[in-house]
């Protein structure tokens, strides 16, 4: 799928999956639950075990489904080329590293690197960077999205950490292009609960679609 593709599938989901579990096993439970409740981006973080081979088996078995998966905790661009080789359509990252943005952009790969100022917001957009992910979200609120397209209109965000049911639709009023959210989504499955992942994957789709009516 090409890189522009990709992001507008993104953007049109409005919501990423953040994938974290203490197991192969359960990263796919989770995966699995999520998928079910309509979410279309789904991102494996590095820092579930074997995260590596869970993106190349979901890749495998989603190949022909309107399902994509990303690599996400991505620190550097070592780790980023293992995740694309597995079959990783696109990667996400806490911070702004200037080598993986540019690994990502040899391999047409879309790349969402974490900002948290404007300096790194100008610098990520130089380097052709589509959507920027404002991390920690809940340490800005709503607003941050708002404040930075005031001076950047021309750029796309997307906030993670501290997104919740209570506060997503606030976000995508702000200007977010979509949201990405683990711990709120996937707290069912702490539990074993993976009916309770998909239907809060249900919620988060139903309220972005709700938010971006209005």
């Not at 920027?132 to 999205?145: D, E, L, Q």
């Not at 950047?152 to 950490?161: A, D, E, L, R, S």
Request: hydrophobic share 40%; charged share 25%.
């Amino acid at each position: 799928m090409k890189r522009m593709e990709l992001i507008r599938k993104i953007v049109d989901s409005g919501v990423v999956a953040v994938i974290r579990a203490e197991s192969k096993e359960q990263g796919i439970k989770i995966t699995e639950a999520v998928k079910k409740g309509g979410i279309k981006a789904l991102e494996v973080t590095m820092t579930v075990p074997g995260a590596v081979d869970i993106i190349k088996e979901l890749a495998e078995l989603y190949k022909d489904e309107d399902v994509i998966i990303g690599a996400g905790t991505v620190l550097d661009p070592e780790t980023a080329r293992l995740c694309i080789l597995a079959g990783a359509q696109y990667i996400v990252s806490p911070s702004l590293n200037v080598e993986t943005v540019k690994l990502c952009n040899r391999y047409r790969v879309p790349v969402m690197p974490g900002v948290m100022t404007v300096k790194e917001t100008l610098e990520a957009l130089e380097l052709g960077v589509e959507i920027c992910k404002v991390f920690p979200g809940n340490a800005f609120g709503p607003s941050i999205i708002s404040a930075f397209k005031g001076p950047i209109p021309q750029g796309n965000f997307m906030p993670t950490g501290g997104v919740s049911l209570d506060n997503v639709k606030d976000w995508i009023k702000s200007g977010a292009v979509a949201v990405g959210t683990g711990g709120d989504l996937t707290k069912g499955a702490k539990t074993g609960d993976y009916d309770l992942v998909t239907e809060t994957a249900r919620k988060f789709v139903e309220a972005v679609r709700e938010a971006r009516e209005k």
